[in-house]
């Protein structure tokens, strides 16, 4: 959030409230739980940590909202440090591959229909992404966003297919031994 | 089940016989609600489609019944079942199956005149619907003049042009590309709106995600029934926004 809030100060310098109707726009429905008082919070610890310098405009009483925040040499090298910086989230599928096999292994609980209760709760999820997306205006700056998350939720679910033809085998082999 | 447009008991259908038997349904009950959105999905093969057609009426089952808005379809003759195909279903295909010859607002209106609409009713309907799919411009173009999308909203007027009880669409997405699809996804969503019932094939779980419901097949048979709609939205702020 730090990085993307010094990015979006890269062009010209901007009031908080501008900032934060620019993320807002990008994000689309995913920034509506995003409120100003965030990225004020934001901008004050990059102010402190020397990225940002907020001028006030004169005579007036100060207040987070009347400041006009800038980016200083330090912010504008981080911010092209940030754009330059090839890092990506990686998928934690290590817990769910484990408990499927604890699963097994303990007889707990059966593995394929451990999948299928992931496979609704991934298609809930997918079904509100996708009500957003239909819902969103075509000129929307966020519909790659969506659209982001919605080929995620589907590769999960080809996942899930995969883990059943595996768990499914396996207790076939079992049953049969 | 009062409101129930669509009834299945203990449906089957068979193909071939002997070692080449196949059972693309096998002993399946179905019941869907007015205004219900359900979706069938399931590998290629695993009998969605021949489903969607005993439920409309366009195959007879090997056994049990069909009941489309409280009248049991599978006993009835070829002259009554083409009645009921007319005026209570509309059909989507994935391959759109206009008439090459006709106009965008014919293709509409036929079901319409076959009904035995008048030419001045049947023409106020098409143009109404096809406002309403977003191409009232394109009414007077042939199907070879329009593109994908644009043809499978044809054919999704043309399946409403008899006011039918409930829409079966067989893979209506499958030939579409992402713009076209969510083109198709939103008139969906208003059909959905205005309380049309629908039941969706698929194989896209994007499309399956806009259901109410969702019934997965293999084999013929159902294997899981989940109901999509949560019962209070959770909005999309947590799915990305960690505190920082």
Partial sequence: ?177 | MPGAVIRARGLVKHFGRGQSLVRAVDEIDLEVAEGETLAVMGPSGCGKSTLLHLLGGLERPTAGEVWVAGRRIDTLSERALAGVRRRSVGFVFQSFHLVEELSAAENVELPALLAGCSPREARRRAMLLLERVGLAGRARHLPSRLSGGQRQRVAIARALVNEPLVVLADEPTGNLDTAATLEVLRIFAELRAAGQTLVIVTHDERVAATADRLVSMRDGMFVDDTRLAAARPRGLGGLLWPED
């Fill in chain 1, 1 to 177: 959030m730090q990085d993307a809030v010094l990015a979006f100060l890269a062009k010209e310098p901007a009031h908080g409230y501008h900032l934060h109707t620019r993320l807002r726009r990008a994000l689309g429905p995913l920034g509506e739980s995003l409120n100003r008082g965030q990225i004020y919070v934001t901008l004050a610890r990059l102010e402190r940590a020397g990225l940002v310098v907020a001028e006030r405009a004169a005579g007036l009483p100060e207040r987070p909202e009347r400041k006009v925040y800038a980016l200083t040499p330090a912010g504008r090298e981080r911010v092209a440090a940030w754009l330059n910086e090839v890092g990506w989230p990686k998928p934690d599928l290590a817990e769910f591959h484990l408990k499927l096999t604890a699963a097994a292994a303990t007889r707990l609980a059966d593995p394929v229909a451990l999948v299928a209760a992931q496979r609704r709760e991934v298609m809930r999820r997918l079904r509100e992404v996708q009500q957003a997306a239909l819902a969103e205006p075509a000129e929307s700056g966020a519909g790659p966003l969506l659209e982001g998350i919605v080929l995620r939720l589907q590769a999960d679910l080809r996942w899930l297919d995969a883990c059943e033809r595996a768990w499914s085998g396996a207790g076939d082999a079992a049953g049969g031994g």
